[in-house]
């Protein structure tokens, strides 16, 4: 016979008015036993129970429609009835568990440690270790970045007599430490770890690691020396032994072990850029390159152009103008069609040929990166420079014709020079005319370069340079920024090659250099920008960057500065042979140790005694006046 619903809730609601409980949950448990999953009134017992202080009963009420909950995906519906049950019994273990495993499926980690902490405190007083350590298992796994609760539960594992998995557990942590940059703290808590498991050799590898990251290639070594003995064809130990030989420069070693890998698992391209790696320490990058080409393959079939361009940059960064690689890296954007990228690929590449001297090549390049970029001015001012020096320099003859020429030294000869045996004595000052002595100046064509040779013009920069050179500027800092180091390089000097005088690009050139520590290319480009300092009169600057120059490189600064006094050795002597030549046709010799009898040593009067008698005379009277002597300046 079917139950009358509204009688039972009635007399249950008029029991309750009434405060027979008790007749209440007797009302709605008959209709309970028809209706079970009635979870209202399932819900309304147990509240009943709970209030007539019957807790069990209630706890179990509340339980069965917890279930109900989770199995409906009423997660917070589900917490809030646990929370009940916890707050009639704190210590109910289902409760407990299953409250702080529904708290880690809504992301509540706080909540949920703290009640499976809890639970473990609890079985552990209780004495049930294997629950303790399950629960602390869920604990740790809950949130593997929380380091402090997996070393507990590490240390809780080696108090248990659990050596092994106490030291995995301290891998783990380890594995956590290494991925923040804290790889003196992986060392340490793998250290702990060896001194409960000191044969693991998961623990080994990983210490390994650690080793190598810190730089300590040797100990890392020895280490992975010790697990080979036991897996000889481990490929994970090889990998890594293979790497701590490359760190610690042993090429020889590192060869085998990676050839061994190779043979042990040759389908991973793991092993594959092991190799490349090899060769690029090795400085061989035509071969890097040809393992990298398979991987690099493999990437653009995927559309991965940014993977396989990663790939290529492994050589670029060590060899910026390696041509093959930037060749490579222009085919991988032309195929995925990625005009920024293969823009910037084929400037690299117009720079390395531009470097190599191959002009032809050079100014290819750059007609296509103006094809790419038809309204980039940059690329037009370099196609139109690169097509200057593809024409090359005048020839030499073409150019000593173009030289301005001293104007001869003209002899003046009064055609009414009497008879030679007519001469008794002779004008000295009138003898060396005064054309001839407007020569005798040290600035005398053929001199050594000037700074300002070498340098070139200074140019005034039109609004648009400035603006060029801005932009240049700006896309160096952003290159530098990302990493792109090669690129900020190539961008300043660029500049340079058209404004050698621009002594923020330099200057900028000079900074990227320091912070690469690439001391000989900063020391040379202090050289430059001193020189620039003193063309445009700033002499303490250029001091201090000739101080800075050395202090970098005070080989290459030596090396220069020599060069220097050189130059400006060869300038004061560039005088002394010119002038013997051009004054050995009037029987003259500049600068003689005394002027007498041979001041006429010409070989066309030395023999006419005429010219010796008074040559002797004239000896006499200078002599006589050794003041005088400087004076005539005679050869």
Same mark, same amino acid.
């Given at each position: 016979?079917?139950?009358?619903?509204? #009688?039972?809730?009635?007399?249950?609601?008029?029991?309750?008015?009434?405060?027979?409980?008790?007749?209440?949950?007797?009302? !709605?448990?008959?209709?309970?036993?028809?209706?079970?999953?009635?979870? /209202?009134?399932?819900?309304?017992?147990?509240?009943?129970?709970?209030?007539?202080?019957?807790?069990?009963?209630?706890?179990?009420?509340?339980?069965?429609?917890?279930?109900?909950? &989770?199995?409906?995906?009423?997660?917070?519906?589900?917490?809030?009835?646990?929370?009940?049950?916890?707050?009639?019994?704190?210590? /109910?273990?289902?409760?407990?568990?299953?409250?702080?495993?529904?708290?880690?499926?809504?992301?509540?980690?706080?909540?949920?440690?703290?009640?499976?902490?809890?639970?473990?405190?609890?079985?552990?007083?209780?004495?049930?270790?294997?629950?303790?350590?399950?629960?602390?298992?869920?604990?740790?796994?809950?949130?593997?970045?929380?380091?402090?609760?997996?070393?507990? !539960?590490?240390?809780?594992?080696?108090?248990?007599?659990?050596?092994?998995?106490?030291?995995?557990?301290?891998?783990?942590?380890?594995?956590?430490?290494?991925?923040?940059? =804290?790889?003196?703290?992986?060392?340490?808590?793998?250290?702990?770890?060896?001194?409960?498991?000191?044969?693991?050799?998961?623990?080994?590898? #990983?210490?390994?690691?650690?080793?190598?990251?810190?730089?300590?290639?040797?100990?890392?070594?020895?280490?992975?020396?010790?697990?080979?003995?036991?897996?000889?064809?481990?490929?994970? =130990?090889?990998?890594?032994?293979?790497?701590?030989?490359?760190?610690?420069?042993?090429?020889?070693?590192?060869?085998?072990?990676?050839?061994?890998?190779?043979?042990?698992?040759?389908? /991973?391209?793991?092993?594959?850029?092991?190799?490349?790696?090899?060769?690029?320490?090795?400085?061989?990058?035509?071969?890097?390159?040809?393992?990298?080409?398979?991987?690099?393959?493999? +990437?653009?079939?995927?559309?991965?152009?940014?993977?396989?361009?990663?790939?290529?940059? #492994?050589?670029?960064?060590?060899?910026?103008?390696?041509?093959?690689?930037?060749?490579?890296?222009?085919?991988?954007?032309?195929?995925?069609?990625?005009?920024?990228?293969?823009?910037?690929?084929?400037?690299?590449?117009?720079?390395?040929?531009?470097?190599?001297?191959?002009?032809?090549?050079?100014?290819?390049?750059?007609?296509?990166?103006?094809?790419? +970029?038809?309204?980039?001015?940059?690329?037009?001012?370099?196609?139109?420079?690169?097509?200057?020096?593809?024409?090359?320099?005048?020839?030499?003859?073409?150019?000593?014709?173009?030289?301005?020429?001293?104007?001869?030294?003209?002899?003046?000869?009064?055609?009414?020079?009497?008879?030679?045996?007519?001469?008794?004595?002779?004008?000295?000052?009138?003898?060396?005319?005064?054309?001839?002595?407007?020569?005798?100046? =040290?600035?005398?064509?053929?001199?050594?370069?000037?700074?300002?040779?070498?340098?070139?013009?200074?140019?005034?920069?039109?609004?648009?340079?400035?603006?060029?050179?801005?932009?240049?500027?700006?896309?160096?800092?952003?290159?530098?920024?990302?990493?792109?180091?090669?690129?900020?390089?190539?961008?300043?000097?660029?500049?340079?090659?058209?404004?050698?005088?621009?002594?923020?690009?330099?200057?900028?050139?000079?900074?990227? !250099?320091?912070?690469?520590?690439?001391?000989?290319?900063?020391? +040379?480009?202090?050289?430059?920008?001193?020189?620039?300092?003193?063309?445009?009169?700033?002499?303490?600057?250029?001091?201090?960057?000739?101080?800075?120059?050395?202090?970098?490189?005070?080989?290459?600064?030596?090396?220069?500065?020599?060069?220097?006094?050189?130059?400006?050795?060869?300038?004061?002597?560039?005088?002394?042979?010119?002038?013997?030549?051009?004054?050995?046709?009037?029987?003259?010799?500049?600068?003689?140790?005394?002027?007498?009898?041979?001041?006429?040593?010409?070989?066309?009067?030395?023999?006419?005694?005429?010219?010796?008698?008074?040559? &002797? +005379?004239?000896?006499?009277?200078?002599?006589?006046?050794?003041?005088?002597?400087?004076?005539?300046?005679?050869?």
């Amino acid at each position: 016979m079917a139950l009358n619903k509204d #009688k039972i809730f009635k007399a249950a609601d008029k029991a309750i008015r009434a405060n027979k409980i008790e007749k209440a949950i007797k009302e !709605y448990e008959t209709w309970l036993n028809e209706n079970p999953k009635d979870w /209202n009134v399932v819900r309304q017992v147990g509240d009943l129970y709970s209030r007539v202080g019957r807790r069990d009963e209630a706890t179990k009420k509340y339980a069965i429609v917890a279930d109900h909950y &989770k199995r409906d995906g009423f997660n917070v519906r589900a917490i809030a009835t646990h929370k009940m049950i916890l707050r009639l019994d704190s210590h /109910n273990e289902s409760a407990m568990r299953n409250l702080a495993e529904l708290q880690a499926e809504e992301g509540l980690l706080m909540e949920a440690k703290s009640h499976f902490q809890t639970l473990v405190e609890l079985y552990t007083k209780q004495g049930h270790k294997k629950r303790a350590a399950e629960v602390f298992k869920k604990l740790s796994e809950i949130d593997p970045q929380d380091v402090k609760v997996r070393y507990k !539960y590490a240390e809780f594992l080696s108090k248990q007599g659990k050596s092994e998995e106490a030291s995995r557990e301290y891998v783990g942590i380890a594995d956590q430490f290494i991925s923040q940059g =804290l790889v003196d703290e992986a060392v340490k808590i793998l250290e702990q770890g060896r001194s409960l498991a000191s044969s693991d050799p998961v623990l080994k590898v #990983k210490l390994a690691q650690a080793h190598s990251l810190q730089g300590n290639h040797v100990a890392a070594i020895a280490l992975l020396e010790e697990v080979r003995g036991t897996h000889p064809n481990d490929p994970v =130990l090889l990998g890594r032994l293979g790497e701590a030989y490359l760190g610690a420069g042993n090429m020889t070693e590192a060869e085998s072990v990676f050839q061994q890998l190779q043979e042990v698992d040759p389908q /991973n391209p793991e092993n594959t850029l092991r190799l490349a790696d090899l060769r690029i320490a090795q400085s061989k990058f035509d071969d890097a390159l040809e393992h990298l080409t398979v991987l690099v393959d493999r +990437e653009v079939a995927n559309n991965e152009g940014a993977k396989a361009a990663e790939l290529l940059q #492994k050589i670029i960064s060590k060899e910026p103008y390696h041509v093959k690689s930037l060749l490579k890296l222009a085919e991988v954007h032309t195929i995925l069609k990625h005009d920024s990228g293969r823009v910037m690929a084929y400037d690299s590449l117009c720079e390395a040929y531009h470097r190599t001297g191959d002009a032809e090549r050079s100014v290819h390049v750059a007609e296509q990166l103006v094809e790419l +970029e038809p309204e980039n001015a940059q690329h037009k001012d370099r196609l139109e420079f690169l097509k200057s020096k593809l024409v090359g320099p005048p020839p030499e003859a073409a150019q000593k014709a173009q030289r301005p020429q001293a104007p001869a030294s003209e002899i003046r000869i009064d055609e009414n020079i009497p008879d030679l045996n007519e001469i008794t004595e002779v004008d000295l000052v009138e003898a060396v005319s005064d054309g001839f002595e407007a020569e005798l100046t =040290l600035d005398a064509p053929g001199s050594a370069p000037t700074v300002a040779a070498e340098l070139g013009e200074m140019i005034e920069l039109t609004q648009e340079d400035e603006e060029n050179i801005r932009e240049k500027l700006t896309e160096a800092e952003v290159f530098v920024k990302y990493g792109l180091v090669d690129k900020a390089i190539t961008q300043l000097l660029d500049v340079l090659e058209s404004f050698r005088f621009h002594v923020d690009s330099r200057a900028k050139l000079v900074e990227i !250099y320091k912070e690469q520590n690439m001391s000989r290319e900063a020391s +040379e480009q202090l050289m430059q920008l001193a020189r620039v300092y003193d063309q445009i009169g700033r002499s303490a600057d250029a001091s201090q960057a000739r101080e800075e120059a050395t202090e970098l490189n005070p080989v290459l600064a030596a090396e220069t500065a020599s060069a220097e006094l050189a130059a400006q050795e060869e300038l004061e002597l560039t005088l002394a042979p010119e002038t013997d030549s051009d004054l050995g046709d009037v029987g003259l010799e500049l600068d003689a140790p005394s002027v007498g009898a041979d001041i006429f040593s010409s070989p066309r009067l030395e023999d006419a005694p005429v010219f010796k008698e008074v040559g &002797k +005379e004239v000896g006499k009277e200078v002599g006589d006046d050794a003041g005088e002597e400087e004076e005539f300046a005679v050869v």
